[in-house]
């Protein structure tokens, strides 16, 4: 869980520093956490649902979820 945890948040902040170039590849990337022990086993559905939501979001072009994130769960220097 905490591996996986770790490569969303750096997939995460990885979109965040360039979206306008990284955006789609970065975000198909994000996807693929949902196939991951961490969403599949280890969130209940409220962090599921905040994940989907986030996802949601970034498809329609608002990063503030995602930023959000970021902000209370990744360890950002």
């Known amino acids: 869980t905490d591996a996986d945890r770790q490569w969303l948040c750096a997939w995460e902040v990885h979109y965040l520093e360039d979206p306008a170039t990284r955006g789609g590849s970065a975000l198909a990337e994000l996807k693929k956490f949902k196939g991951l022990h961490a969403y599949?086993?280890?969130?209940?559905?409220?962090?599921?649902?905040?994940?989907?939501?986030?996802?949601?979001?970034?498809?329609?072009?608002?990063?503030?979820?995602?930023?959000?994130?970021?902000?209370?769960?990744?360890?950002?220097?």
């Open 40 to 77: 599949t086993k280890a969130y209940d559905v409220s962090a599921k649902e905040s994940f989907d939501k986030a996802l949601g979001s970034l498809e329609l072009g608002d990063a503030g979820p995602l930023q959000r994130d970021v902000t209370a769960n990744c360890m950002v220097e």
